[in-house]
Nanobody, 132 residues
Framework: VQLVETGGGEVQAGGSLKLSCVAS????????MAWFRQTPGKERTFVAA???????????????DRFTVSTNRIQTSGSGTKITISLQMKNLMTEDSALYFC???????????????????WGQGTQVTVSS
């Protein structure tokens, strides 16, 4: 399974940014997919998740009124499945600055959507910087 995030950048406080994640692989159509973020010297923290592509949405309390996770596209072919999800972030604050990661994993192994340790597959991350 490969995950590639795009869309990071620098934005002023109060602004918006949309991140995208493309996941590709075999039999990933029911894998949970999530967004985490990390700042230097700290652990990755949960941002938002889908129970599966197109499934229920879950958010961290700190951003549930400002962030929206969505499933944008699901493509299935003989070579596998490609899924695109996004994270729309509005009214960004300086404390939202972080490296944002897309994650996925086998559904039976993800006991908690909010626990980074449950996910086996990670993207390389995309940097979001919010300036005051």
């Amino acid at each position: 399974v490969q995950l590639v995030e795009t869309g990071g950048g620098e934005v002023q406080a109060g602004g918006s940014l949309k991140l995208s994640c493309v996941a590709s692989g075999q039999n990933i159509g029911n894998y949970p997919m999530a967004w985490f973020r990390q700042t230097p010297g700290k652990e990755r923290t949960f941002v938002a998740a889908l129970t599966r592509p197109g499934g229920d949405k879950h958010y961290a309390d700190s951003n549930k009124d400002r962030f929206t996770v969505s499933t944008n596209r699901i493509q299935t072919s003989g070579s596998g499945t490609k899924i695109t999800i996004s994270l729309q972030m509005k009214n960004l604050m300086t404390e939202d600055s972080a490296l944002y990661f897309c994650a996925s994993g086998v559904a039976s192994k993800v006991a908690s959507l909010k626990d980074a340790a449950d996910y086996d597959y990670w993207g390389q991350g995309t940097q979001v910087t919010v300036s005051s």
